[in-house]
């Protein structure tokens, strides 16, 4: 499913053309920032083991990460990314293993939080169920 608008909380802001983020030097490296979300709410109609893939910004290595949530579960540590398409990972764990989330049918909702200011997201988010060899999900 593509995920078609994204709930947005002060300080994360739509920027033009430039997707959903916040600015440059408003960083939160350490922990999730008690403010500030932009927010994607799904339904699933049986139990699913799900991926995510996002279309981002990410200009250099100081601007190039956020942190992800699912349902209030522990915040995810999404960093190092490159421009475009990007498969959700988590960079807490050793060799950033892909995020693959094992949701029961119903409601759900999806978090972003800034992490490094000047990342951006875009809102072609992909939510789907996981297969082997999925490759990159965000084009047309």
């Given amino acids: 499913m593509q995920v ?25 490296l350490n922990s999730p920032p008690a403010h500030g979300r932009a927010r994607v709410d799904f339904e699933l109609a049986a139990p699913a083991v799900i991926r995510v893939w996002a279309e981002v910004l990410a200009p250099n290595p100081d601007q190039d990460s956020f942190w992800v949530q699912f349902n209030d579960a522990t ?42 200011g000047g990342a951006r997201l875009y809102d072609n988010i992909i939510i789907l169920e996981d297969s082997p060899n999925q490759g990159e999900q965000c084009s047309d």
């Fill in 4 to 28: 078609p608008a994204l709930a947005l909380t002060p300080p994360m802001q739509i920027s033009n053309d430039d997707g959903v983020g916040v600015p440059v030097g408003t960083d939160s």
């Fill in 75 to 116: 915040w995810i540590k999404w960093n190092n990314l490159n421009d475009f398409c990007e498969t959700l990972y988590d960079s807490k764990k050793p060799g950033s293993p892909i995020v693959r989330m094992s949701l029961p049918a119903g409601s759900h909702r999806l978090e972003f939080a800034h992490r490094e």
